[in-house]
Each structure stands twice: as C-alpha cells, then as structure tokens.
C-alpha cells in the first residue's frame, strides 16, 4: 500500500515538476545570457520581477479559475458549461491584459522608480519593462489556455507550451542581446524581446491544440458575447478571492525588493542569482504540492478519511529527501554555479556562503509549499491565505527593513529577514495542518 501511494506522489508530481523546472530553467540561461553585460543589468532586470508578478497575479487568478470550472464540466462530461466560462475568462483576459499592459507601458518610468532605488539601473529596468508590458497580451493569453487545458487533464501540452516557450526566448535572446548572426546587438531590450518572442510561441502552441486537436475545449463562439449573470458572479466570487491573496503576497514580495534595492547592484547581483536556487526548491516544492493536494483532496471527496494522514506522511517525506538532496546539490556545487554568472572572487566567495542559506531555506520551503497544498486538499483556504499575507507582507519585510535600515546588516539583514519569515510560515504550517486534519476526521470540515 505504501509504495501504491509513492507511486501515486510520483505520477502526478513528477509532470508538475518537470514543468516548473523548465520555468526554472529557462531563467537560469536567461540571467546568465544577461550577466555577460555585468552586475548593472542583472540587477535592472531582477527589479522588474516583482511589478510584473503583481500585473500577471490577476491573470494568474482568472487561470486558476477556468481551470477548476473546466475540470468540474469534464467530469461532468458538459463541454457546453465548459466552454461558457472558458470563453467568458478569456475574453475577460484580452480586455484587460490590453488595458492594463498598454497602461504599465506607457507609466513604467514612474513604476520602476518606486520598484527600483538605484540610480545607475533605474534607466535599464524602465526599458526592459516596457517592452514586456506592451506585449503582455501574449502571455496573459498563454496563461488561461494552459490552465484550461489543465483543468480537463491535459498537462502534456503544456509542458510542450513551455518548451516552446524556453527554446524561442533562449534563441532570440541568443541574437539580440550581444549581436550574432548578423542581428543588431540590443542588450537588455533584446532580452526582453526575448521573453515576449518565448510567450508568443507557447501561446501559439496551446491555441494549435485547442483549434485542431481538442475534443472538449473549443474556440467557437468566443466572439459570441452573451451575458450571463450566474456565470459573472461565479468568476468574479473564484477569481476575487484568488487575486487579493496573490496580489497581497505580491507586495509583500515587492515591499522586499525594493528593500534590496537600496543596496549596491554588485550586492544585488549575487543575490539575485542565489534567488535562482530557491526558485529551483520551489519548483520541486509546487510539484510535491500539487500531487498532496489532488491526492488528500480525492481522499476526502471519496471519504477515506484515514488516508489523509498516510498521503501527507508520504508526500512529506518525499519533501525531505528532495530537499536533502538539494541542499547537498546547492552546497557542494557553489562555486560552479556562482562561477557561470561571475568572474571576480569576491562575488562567488559571497555567493558560497549565500548556498548554505538556500540549503536551509530549502527545507523550511518544500515542506511548508506541502503543508498548505494539503490543507488545500482538505478544503481549507482561509488558513493559508492568512499565513501568506502575515508572512510575506508583515513578517519578512517588517524584519528585513528593522535590519537593513535599522541595525545595519546589509544583505545579511534580508537574508535573516527570510529565514525569520519562512520558519514562522513553517511553524504555523505545522500546527494548522494538524488542525485542519483533526478536523475533517471529526466531521467538523467535511
């Protein structure tokens, strides 16, 4: 039975990782194609992150809601119903990705200047981030096919769609960043070029599916605007709820950065790199999470309600040895990786010790990331939206601040400002996850 469950964790996580991991992936080559033009433009570029993270949040919101209204008409095998909330998001989408991109456009000086405190990458960041923002349809769009696709199961797509996605922007950031093959050496404009070139191919992959291959989801009658009052109010109480956490969480990530920003680019830089490892533990993380969350969430709506605790033991000692071996990895591999981005000794030296942070922060984070995934399962949504906003948007930058600004501890105060973060995140997982499961078991959650 045990291994039944293993084998379990394996076949729905292991799709959902090889996913993120190429998310991953492809913004490890991204951030050293950008590093060959030095410490300035890796840090302009790592500041647009978090501002675009907060536009994308709504999209993000709209895609976690087509998925679930798409995988609940399949299994109701009503493409009909399906395809009503399928189209009423996406044309939701175009709109305001429309809208609200050609606004971040247009306003990106005044958006990075709050984002970004450093003067020497402030003109690189506002040049980066408006070619992103004025062609975010593409992405926006990339987005709720792939989460409709899969809501009725269909994950090979987009993994296939996030391939493309990789391939092209490595090619064209390949050309125009330093200028081969005859294309004009562009810089950090032409990794930005990159990027949207990268979202318009997978947008392209998973509108090919849809359109030639898709026996559920369909395209006809997207133009068809027909009002329906219960649908609205079902996307608006989904997505709603969705987009406060998000966008919450997101200022929190954002009130961080720019904390960060008040520091030196050199010291950004390293920093910034080091990031790429935790997004690698969050990947593995996101994929441990989703297999806890469908397994613990079939669990409960089959009623085998002694098979929670099993699923979560597993799933959570699968998050140990993956994060054991990461950390292991990350350590002993240190000042390889820190060697593909930098050439001076000084920052890999700092880089070195920044692992050994990442290996810590790894545990704390896998865990947690499963944690909450199975209370997601269980039905429990609140609990982990709470944590979330106390956490990043209190917590972390609270700490970071008092110890940057305050006490003085440069980049050691933001590094102590995660670890304080991330254990409290950790702790309360812990008990509400004991909890929320104590609970279900008692009929109280059911």
Same mark, same amino acid.
């Given at each position: 039975?045990?291994?039944?469950?293993?084998?379990?964790?394996?076949?729905?996580?292991?799709?959902?990782?090889?996913?993120?991991?190429?998310?991953?992936?492809?913004?490890?080559?991204?951030?050293?194609?950008?590093?060959?033009? @030095?410490?300035?433009?890796?840090?302009?570029?790592?500041?647009?992150?978090?501002? /675009?993270?907060?536009?994308?949040?709504?999209?993000?919101?709209?895609?976690?809601?087509?998925?679930?209204?798409?995988?609940?008409?399949?299994?109701?095998?009503?493409? /009909?119903?399906?395809?009503?909330?399928?189209?009423?998001?996406?044309?939701?989408?175009?709109?305001?990705?429309?809208?609200?991109?050609?606004?971040?456009?247009?306003?990106?000086?005044?958006?990075?200047?709050?984002?970004?405190?450093?003067?020497?990458?402030?003109?690189?960041?506002?040049?980066?981030?408006?070619?992103?923002?004025?062609?975010?349809?593409?992405?926006?769009?990339?987005?709720?096919?792939?989460?409709?696709?899969?809501?009725?199961?269909?994950?090979?797509?987009?993994?296939?769609?996030? $391939?493309?996605?990789?391939?092209?922007?490595?090619?064209?950031?390949?050309?125009? &960043?330093? @200028?081969?093959?005859?294309?004009?050496?562009?810089?950090?404009?032409?990794?930005? &070029?990159?990027?949207?070139?990268?979202?318009?191919?997978?947008?392209?992959?998973?509108?090919?599916? $849809?359109?030639?291959?898709?026996?559920?989801?369909?395209?006809?009658?997207?133009?068809?605007?027909?009002?329906?009052?219960?649908?609205?109010?079902?996307?608006?109480?989904?997505?709603?709820?969705?987009?406060?956490?998000?966008?919450?969480?997101?200022?929190?990530?954002?009130?961080?950065?720019? &904390?960060?920003?008040?520091?030196?680019?050199?010291?950004?830089?390293?920093?910034?790199?080091?990031? $790429?490892?935790?997004?690698?533990?969050?990947?593995? @993380?996101?994929?441990?999470?989703?297999?806890?969350?469908?397994?613990?969430?079939?669990?409960?709506?089959?009623?085998?309600?002694?098979?929670?605790?099993?699923?979560?033991?597993?799933?959570?000692?699968?998050?140990?040895?993956?994060?054991?071996?990461?950390?292991?990895?990350? $350590?002993?591999?240190?000042?390889?990786?820190?060697?593909?981005?930098?050439?001076?000794?000084?920052?890999?030296?700092?880089? &070195?010790?920044?692992?050994?942070?990442?290996?810590?922060?790894?545990?704390?984070?896998?865990?947690?990331?499963?944690?909450?995934?199975?209370?997601?399962?269980?039905?429990?949504?609140?609990?982990?939206?709470?944590?979330?906003?106390?956490?990043?948007?209190?917590?972390?930058?609270?700490?970071?601040?008092?110890?940057?600004?305050?006490?003085?501890?440069?980049?050691?105060?933001?590094?102590?400002?995660?670890?304080?973060?991330?254990?409290?995140?950790?702790?309360?997982?812990?008990?509400?996850?004991?909890?929320?499961?104590?609970?279900?078991?008692? @009929?109280?959650?059911?």
């Amino acid at each position: 039975m045990a291994k039944s469950r293993y084998r379990e964790i394996a076949e729905i996580g292991i799709p959902a990782v090889l996913e993120s991991l190429v998310a991953v992936i492809i913004t490890s080559i991204d951030t050293k194609m950008i590093s060959g033009l @030095g410490s300035q433009a890796l840090s302009a570029v790592s500041f647009t992150s978090q501002p /675009k993270q907060i536009f994308f949040s709504v999209f993000f919101a709209l895609g976690t809601t087509v998925s679930i209204y798409t995988a609940q008409a399949t299994g109701r095998e009503d493409a /009909k119903e399906g395809n009503v909330y399928f189209h009423s998001i996406l044309r939701m989408t175009v709109l305001l990705s429309l809208i609200l991109g050609i606004g971040a456009a247009v306003f990106a000086q005044p958006i990075m200047m709050l984002c970004n405190r450093q003067a020497d990458t402030l003109a690189l960041s506002v040049r980066f981030f408006r070619v992103i923002m004025g062609f975010s349809v593409f992405h926006a769009i990339s987005i709720v096919l792939n989460a409709a696709l899969r809501g009725i199961g269909n994950t090979k797509v987009t993994l296939i769609a996030a $391939i493309a996605n990789g391939a092209v922007d490595i090619v064209v950031n390949y050309l125009l &960043i330093e @200028g081969h093959c005859g294309f004009p050496r562009l810089e950090i404009v032409g990794d930005a &070029i990159g990027t949207v070139a990268g979202t318009v191919a997978a947008c392209g992959v998973s509108l090919f599916f $849809i359109l030639r291959h898709s026996d559920f989801l369909t395209l006809k009658g997207v133009l068809s605007v027909k009002k329906d009052p219960a649908v609205a109010k079902n996307i608006r109480g989904k997505a709603g709820n969705t987009v406060s956490e998000n966008i919450l969480t997101r200022l929190g990530f954002l009130i961080s950065s720019i &904390i960060v920003s008040g520091l030196s680019s050199d010291v950004t830089a390293v920093y910034a790199v080091t990031m $790429i490892l935790l997004n690698y533990s969050f990947a593995f @993380g996101d994929g441990l999470q989703t297999a806890a969350s469908s397994l613990i969430g079939r669990s409960k709506g089959a009623g085998h309600y002694g098979e929670i605790k099993k699923y979560l033991r597993s799933c959570l000692l699968t998050g140990v040895i993956v994060s054991a071996v990461l950390s292991v990895i990350y $350590i002993l591999g240190s000042s390889w990786f820190f060697g593909l981005y930098f050439s001076d000794t000084n920052s890999i030296g700092q880089g &070195i010790k920044y692992s050994y942070i990442a290996a810590l922060l790894t545990f704390l984070q896998i865990l947690r990331i499963i944690m909450v995934g199975s209370m997601r399962g269980m039905g429990e949504v609140k609990i982990p939206r709470k944590m979330a906003t106390l956490c990043v948007l209190i917590i972390n930058p609270g700490v970071s601040f008092l110890l940057t600004q305050v006490v003085h501890l440069g980049i050691w105060g933001i590094w102590i400002g995660s670890m304080v973060s991330q254990a409290g995140w950790f702790v309360m997982s812990c008990i509400y996850t004991r909890r929320v499961n104590h609970a279900v078991e008692n @009929g109280a959650l059911r």
